[in-house]
């Protein structure tokens, strides 16, 4: 199974287990990889919408692969209630901060039992860490990777932490990445280019100033 640089990498932080779960599946791809290599014994295939379990569905048959995949249509991690005792993984995969918020807090009862939760969130990640960290969770892992976008991954588990207000931003294992320097300069310039056309008096100038500032200093310390 041939999967994207940010599948794979995701793929990749997979804790090996009996049993996994993706949420928001798309096309099936990664339940199918994690079957094919044997890296799970069984997979739930869950999406809210029947479109894209309509179309891991035809995944998986042309695999072979419905004894090893079920597929469940369901809100978030719903479609998982009763199963606490076989889902180890969680994958919660491309979906934006107040997506990923809302699935964690209505299955909240459920987290405490999963051995690992992957966290791929395409929109406020700082907030993100931030949130994990006020709601009781550990970040064990994180990935930095580069397709065509760049996308910071999150491993994490029910269990407080501490966390400085610094790793909100740049992570907790990531400032070794080897992207981390490329990425965070890339966020850098966007954030000078976005200030250049801002008024000084408009909301959020003086929080992106900071920020600039921020990351100036962090990318120093690095040099």
Not at 44 to 50: E, I
Request: net charge neutral.
């Amino acid at each position: 199974m041939k999967l994207s640089t940010r599948l794979h990498t995701i793929f990749d932080m997979v804790q090996p287990c009996g049993v996994a779960a993706d949420i928001g599946c798309d096309h099936g791809l990664l339940p199918i990889a994690l079957i094919q290599s044997g890296k799970c014994e069984h997979v739930y295939a869950c999406d809210v919408r029947k479109g894209p379990l309509s179309r891991a569905q035809e995944a998986i048959r042309q695999y072979g692969l419905q004894n090893s995949i079920t597929t469940k249509l369901c809100d978030g991690l719903q479609g998982l209630q009763g199963l606490e005792d076989d889902v180890e993984v969680v994958v919660i995969a491309g979906m934006g901060y107040d997506t990923i918020c809302r699935i964690l807090m209505k299955g909240d009862k459920q987290l405490k039992h999963y051995k690992q939760i992957i966290l791929q969130c395409n929109t406020r990640v700082e907030d993100m860490r931030r949130w994990l960290h006020q709601n009781g969770f550990t970040i064990d892992a994180e990935q930095l990777v580069k397709d065509h976008h760049y996308y910071q991954m999150l491993s994490v588990h029910k269990e407080p932490s501490d966390m400085r207000e610094d790793q909100y931003l740049f992570g907790v294992y990531l400032d070794r990445h080897p992207l981390f320097k490329e990425y965070w300069t890339y966020i850098l310039e966007k954030q000078k280019i976005i200030i250049q056309h801002t008024q000084p008096h408009h909301d959020g100038y003086a929080a992106a100033v900071e920020k600039i500032k921020t990351i100036e200093k962090k990318l120093k310390e690095l040099d």
